[in-house]
């Protein structure tokens, strides 16, 4: 819906040469309006001029490009080349320009409300690319630059080590809220304990570690001191809320890692750690159990390892958890009341995903009913129905299987379960079935490097095969 007043700013800058030229005689309240006319039209030489001589004292893309009263399109998703370019050369020549010195208000520009989806919906489909040259040029100069670039969080990926260690201390970490290690920066045990005791995050909010970061089966005596080193490093960040450390071999030691922290973990990953019962005990009885919003312990066999225990931490989280991620733990049938019991006093919950349990179609309709009744819920992620397999197929179903299931079965069982949201008066909440996991943006930026690495690995393992097959002979 758009109001009548965005639909006339929509039509003034439709034409961007009397647009450009009419800036002078706009209403001050009128450039945040103008400007996401200008972003949903992909009007960049409109966007440039609105940004060079923006009026106001602050320039937040999130608010400015979210949903407003006069329209309620969110763009904060597309990140428009044509669009982003036009902004920050628009703000390069707001500090540059010289002319109207005494005239300029411009104070803050946040740029950290942008987000990125699998599909640009702009017209021109360009999305910004990565340039590890240009940001290092860019920190470099942010001493000297009347333009103080401040990083309050930082994502890397597909960077060797080097990179990644040059690049952190370029962006004054002292300031970092949030910081994200993924995919193609092989950070190691060893490589994270030199992270913290080199460099300081006296601010750090957020921390993501990438896959197998934690990987050591059977620990040492030196193992287990540098992980009670980086439990400790963690533990001085006094604000540090959430943790993502997915795929790494964690059995028997998250206390060792996360009793040294000082603030209650908000969101926590542990996905496919290999978690024991003694992790999960000390989950369920931690101070982070009462502060938990966003939950994924995929990966786990629940029923069978530590259901009790499962289900404590869950009612000890229930009254702020919104976001629950449950995928490949064995959840079947037979646990289905238990699993409504345990996620009803979870009235706030907005996401929920199980992707990979062996559920049948008439035990997802029994929970979907149930779901229906979850006033916050949003979005939930169900599994392919165990009865569209052919007999014979075992869970985990491995990538080979994944897709031999009777699709026009799934349709009418997708079909049935969209009709119990209907009549529930549920619209609003989306059920989709992703077969290879969720859509992660950091993932599609950096797939072809990931392809190139899997492919890199493929082949030394089969050179070590080889090699021992050789010796053996």
């Known amino acids: 819906m758009k109001s009548l007043r965005f639909i006339s700013a929509e039509a003034f800058v439709s034409n961007a040469e009397f647009a450009r030229k009419s800036l002078g005689a706009v209403a001050h309240d009128l450039f945040p309006l103008l400007f996401k006319a200008s972003y949903l039209l992909e009007q ?83 999305t910004m690319e990565r340039n590890y040259e240009l940001v290092v040029q860019a920190l470099l100069k942010k001493c000297s630059c009347p333009l103080k670039i401040c990083c309050v969080a930082f994502r890397s990926d597909n960077l060797t080590l080097q990179k990644f260690f040059c690049i952190i201390k370029l962006t004054d970490p002292s300031l970092l809220h949030k910081l994200e290690i993924v995919h193609n920066v092989h950070l190691e045990m060893e490589h994270l304990e030199i ?5 300081h995050f006296p601010l ?29 490093k963690m533990g001085e960040m006094m604000q540090l809320t959430e943790l993502s450390m997915s795929f790494s071999i964690l059995t028997g030691r998250i206390q060792k890692l ?76 037979t646990h289905v009341n238990m699993l409504i019991l345990g996620l009803s006093p979870c009235q706030k919950l907005q996401e929920f995903k199980f992707i990979g349990n062996p559920l049948s179609s008439q035990a997802l309709k029994h929970l979907f009913t149930f779901l229906c009744e979850l006033p916050m819920l949003k979005n939930v992620e169900f599994p392919i129905p165990k009865d569209c397999y052919p007999i014979g197929i075992t869970y985990p179903i491995d ?34 079935t992703p077969l290879f996991g969720s859509y992660d943006a950091a993932v599609q930026e950096t797939n072809n490097e990931l392809g190139a690495y899997l492919i890199k690995s493929f082949k030394e393992t089969l050179e070590k095969f080889t090699t021992s097959f050789n010796k053996m002979s």
């Open 44 to 126: 960049g030489e409109v966007i440039h001029d609105l940004v060079e001589n923006w009026p106001l004292f602050d320039f937040n893309m999130g608010k400015l490009l979210g949903a407003t009263l006069d329209c309620q399109d969110d763009l904060r998703y597309r990140t428009c080349s044509v669009c982003l370019e036009s902004c920050l050369t628009g703000l390069r020549d707001y500090v540059l320009n010289q002319s109207s010195l005494c005239m300029k208000k411009l104070r803050v520009v946040d740029l950290t409300g942008i987000k990125d989806v699998e599909v640009q919906f702009c017209k021109c489909k360009k």
């Open 195 to 199: 992270l913290f005791n080199s460099i």
């Open 204 to 232: 750090l909010m957020s921390l993501t570690l990438p896959a197998r970061t934690f990987n050591v089966r059977k620990f040492t005596a030196t193992d287990e001191q540098m992980l009670t080193n980086i439990g400790e």
């Open 258 to 333: 996360l009793s040294p922290l000082k603030s209650p973990l908000k969101m926590l990953d542990v996905s496919n750690c290999s978690l024991n019962h003694a992790d999960m005990a000390f989950l369920a009885n931690s101070f982070h159990a009462n502060h938990l919003e966003v939950l994924d312990l995929s990966g786990h066999d629940i029923p069978e390892l530590f259901p009790s225990a499962f289900f404590k931490l869950l009612s000890h989280c229930s009254s702020v958890l919104r976001n629950l991620t449950l995928e490949d733990c064995n959840i079947q049938d």
């Open 399 to 432: 990538d080979a299987d994944l897709c031999r299931f009777d699709h026009q079965k799934y349709e009418r069982v997708a079909e049935e379960l969209n009709l119990i949201l209907l009549k529930a008066n549920r619209e609003d909440v989306k059920a989709s």
